[in-house]
């Protein structure tokens, strides 16, 4: 048994900014990380960007990001399932965050090749989230920060209405005076998965890290917490098939399906592949993909694609035929070839051009292909396979605009929650890129604050 | 012949790296990759002799073991350019031996300190001044230029080979400057903001290894300017040594020497503590006796410096001379040659 001020569950970006707040406050802190070292840090290891307002140029940030245009891009993704007040918070405190990190060891650098529309509203990490959290956890332990590794939390002890011990799955109670939920979603729980989405979600493969099982949260909700997000819902994308059941991260992606015919196992197609440019389409696909038989889907490319998207970590399968291809995917040749028989009668003449919306578009094919459609007729063909990955789950613990969490009878006095645990109430649907960094780093810096001073 | 499986692997690692692109600022090796069309196997030599070993991309990959991908890009490069020397070298036998065995770069010394006690007290002279009152000035030409010529004529071949193999071609002045500029600050070791590689400190950065590295590299150089000055004023000006403190040589060679050693002395307590898996386990302790090796020539020449007028000089100068003759005839079959890879590396166009 062990004695704290305070405990904070979790051990990636929203616990680790905790952790530093409450330790710099002068709390006497333990980090509790379900993974083993080399594994630490949950899903923040996976990003590589912070989402950041800013009036005039900041750090590795160009122009101006205002609040305005900041929450505009919110309320697009997320169709307004958002709660305004957190939002806006995140969104304002967001431009405090980052001199605040860089102070902490993160070190910034311009935005990565390829991602130059991002430059203005995204400041990426040097290295990527893996370096962010390695810096977190050296100026932790500086701090003095208690880490225990392989350490899984099993029950928050909440009886009295107040929290005081986490238990751990051995059995051991570490006992403070507050505690901070920062232990992430529920996404790799496939049970739970499979529970809350149908029995789809066990073909799903999971994005991120395999550690974030929701234990803490069913655990808490199963006490009374009141809940937000859609408890049924989860970001899924489609990526590679072949990518690893858990832990992929950002080399999975497949950018190939706006110039390619993609079909479903039985070699028919089933949506518009060129509807929009694909950073808006990939979130679409993932659940496009989850509703074909087997969760499975494969996009054909010819020769004249190739060079036209990023290149796939996983070569394609490629052959001289149509028919060569459905053989090495286990499709059936006849019905790929006439699949792309009829494509290629509808497709017309016209300019092809990429990555801006070109109108080239089938005619009188069902569904159609409204942009980027050029027949597929020039060997070699290329077959990839796409299946729908799990970033992760909406479903949160409503919290406070101080991040304290609401229990069945009013707010419990020293529970606090940050990161993906409570996304949910601002995050409500759809996803924008670094706005997961965001959450976390805010409310993780407002749960630590919160806890010292309660403990203080 | 390329080792196809290396560059295999190195070839597979890229792929992901390419994907990924979170080490893109690290250093120069990740844009020149990023801007390739294809890989190859001798764009896979040049990006591995670029590599500085800094395993800043190491500790910040998220793909890095036990993931299934197994990415270790510091190792495989180092892996590959240990393959590139041995492979240009001229014999390759001789630096697949030195490359890899602290055991042989030692018995290498001593055969150069019996070599030196040989010639001492065999070619004893009737006179001379300060050293030349126990070897000629004739004697140690007869015995350093050729060790200091063949080698380097050697080195010249192998990397005119490499230089061919990555399509290297006319060197323009911009291609110099680009490269004088990177290695005089080590630009490669600065993990790309100034904090340092990730070296003897796991995921945390440090300085201390570009430093070391700072200090052995200008500690050399200044060691190499001195005796080059000291020949020039030989022949050209008739002023034989010994030459006293305020004399360019003296004033070249005593900071270098110290400069050396310390830096030497650094990398190898450094070295000490990083994690052999990300370079070349294979040929630890070759690297590290090649450390040793120059910590040793400048040790024992600033203590025989120090002896000036004792009784100790003989010995000491033989000593001293003898590594001296070790590392110039190692040079093309040991650690040595990396900074001239290095060069080329930095130099190719991109």
């Known amino acids: 048994m062990s004695q704290y001020d305070v405990v904070v569950i979790g051990g990636g970006n929203a616990a680790l900014c905790a952790a530093i707040e409450a330790a710099e406050a002068g709390a006497d802190v333990v980090i509790l990380e379900s993974a083993p070292e080399h594994m630490r840090g949950g899903n923040s290891r996976h990003t590589r960007n912070f989402r950041c307002m800013h009036q005039g140029p900041l750090s590795v940030l160009t122009d101006t990001y205002d609040e305005a245009e900041y ?6 993704v997320t169709k307004g399932q958002t709660d305004p007040e957190l939002a806006r918070l995140a969104i304002r405190e967001s431009e405090t965050c980052l001199p605040w990190m860089e102070r902490h060891g993160v070190i910034f650098q311009g935005s990565l090749s390829g991602t130059l529309s991002l430059d203005r509203t995204n400041a990426f990490f040097l290295g990527g989230g893996k370096a962010l959290v390695n810096a977190y956890y050296a100026c ?20 009295e209405g107040r929290f005081s011990a986490a238990v751990l799955a051995d059995g051991t109670r570490v006992e403070g005076r507050a505690v901070v939920l920062a232990s992430g979603g529920f996404q790799a729980d496939l049970d739970w998965l499979t529970r809350a989405w149908g029995p789809e979600a066990a073909n799903f493969l999971i994005r991120g890290t395999p550690y974030n099982r929701g234990v803490v949260l069913r655990d808490v909700l199963d006490q009374g917490a009141v809940s937000v997000g859609d408890p049924t819902q989860c970001h899924c994308v489609a990526i590679d098939g072949r990518a690893p059941k858990f832990d992929g991260g950002i080399v999975t992606r497949l950018d190939c399906v706006p110039y390619a015919l993609v079909v479903n196992r039985d070699g028919a197609r089933f949506y518009d592949e060129g509807e929009d440019v694909w950073p808006k389409r990939y979130a679409i696909w993932g659940r496009l993909v989850a509703r074909q038989p087997d969760q499975i889907a494969y996009a054909i490319t010819d020769q004249k694609a190739q060079g036209l998207f990023m290149p796939p970590v996983f070569a394609p399968v490629k052959a001289d035929t149509i028919e060569g291809v459905a053989q090495l995917l286990g499709l059936s040749g006849d019905s790929l070839r006439q699949t792309v028989a009829e494509y290629n009668a509808a497709c017309r003449d016209g300019t092809f051009t990429p990555g801006v919306l070109d109108g080239l578009a089938t005619d009188g094919l069902d569904p159609p292909k409204t942009n980027w459609a050029r027949p597929l007729d020039t060997p070699p063909y290329y077959g990839y396979m796409l299946r729908p990955g799990v970033t992760f789950t909406y479903l949160g613990l409503k919290v406070t605009e101080r991040a304290q969490v609401q229990g069945a009878h009013g707010l419990l006095p020293n529970v606090w929650a940050a990161g993906e645990i409570m996304a949910g109430s601002i995050l409500g649907q759809g996803y924008l890129a670094g706005f997961g960094m965001t959450i976390g780093t805010v409310f993780g810096r407002i749960a630590g604050q919160e806890a010292a001073a309660y403990v203080g | 012949m390329l080792d196809n499986s290396l560059s295999d692997e190195a070839t597979r690692q890229f792929q992901i790296c390419n994907s990924c692109r979170y080490c893109e600022g690290y250093c120069d090796v990740f844009p020149q990759l990023f801007s390739l069309p294809e890989m190859s196997a001798a764009q896979a030599t040049h990006l ?45 036998a001789l630096a697949r031996v030195f490359h890899a065995h602290g055991v042989a770069v030692a018995a290498a010394l001593i055969a150069g300190f019996a ?70 600050r080590m630009k490669n070791l600065s993990g790309g903001a100034g904090q340092g590689c990730n070296f003897e400190k796991g995921s945390r950065y440090s300085n201390a290894r570009r430093h070391a590295h700072q200090a052995t590299l200008w500690g050399f150089l200044m060691c190499f300017a001195a005796t080059s000055v000291a ?3 030989h022949y050209g000006l008739g002023w034989e040594a010994p030459y006293p403190f305020w004399s360019p040589p003296k004033l070249l ?22 994690d052999p898996e990300l370079g070349a386990a294979r040929v630890w302790g070759g690297e590290m006796a090649f ?4 910590f040793t020539v400048s040790a024992t020449g600033l203590a025989l410096y120090a002896a000036t007028g004792t009784a100790a000089v003989p010995a000491l100068l033989a000593i001293h001379l003898g590594a001296v003759f070790a590392f110039f005839v190692l040079t093309p079959y040991t650690k040595m040659v990396h900074g001239f890879y290095r060069m080329a590396a930095l130099m190719r166009r991109r």
């Open chain 2, 253 to 274: 060679g005593v900071p270098g020497g110290i400069l050396l050693c310390l830096g030497t002395g650094a990398l190898a307590w450094l070295k000490l503590r990083a």
């Open chain 1, 71 to 76: 929450y505009e891009d919110l309320l697009r």
């Open chain 2, 115 to 184: 070599l030196l006690f040989f010639a001492m007290a065999a070619l004893r002279p009737e006179a001379g001044e300060g050293f030349y009152a126990y070897l000629s000035h004739n004697a140690m030409v007869l015995i350093f230029a050729p060790a200091f010529v063949l080698p380097l004529l050697g080195l010249a071949l192998s990397l005119r080979s490499y230089w061919r193999e990555i399509g290297g071609g006319w060197v323009t002045l911009a291609d110099l400057t680009r490269m004088g500029g990177s290695v005089a």
């Open chain 2, 48 to 92: 591995a002799n670029l590599c500085h070993n800094c395993r800043g991309c190491y500790y910040a990959c998220q793909y890095a073991p036990p993931h299934e991908f197994d990415l270790n890009l510091p190792a495989v490069l180092a892996e590959l350019r240990q393959d590139t020397w041995e492979r240009h070298a001229l014999p390759q």
């Open chain 2, 291 to 294: 450390v040793l090796l120059l």
């Open chain 2, 231 to 233: 020949t020039l004023m």
């Open chain 1, 140 to 159: 932790a332990e500086d701090l003095g920060v208690t880490i225990r590794y392989n350490a899984e939390v099993r029950h928050i002890d909440l009886s």
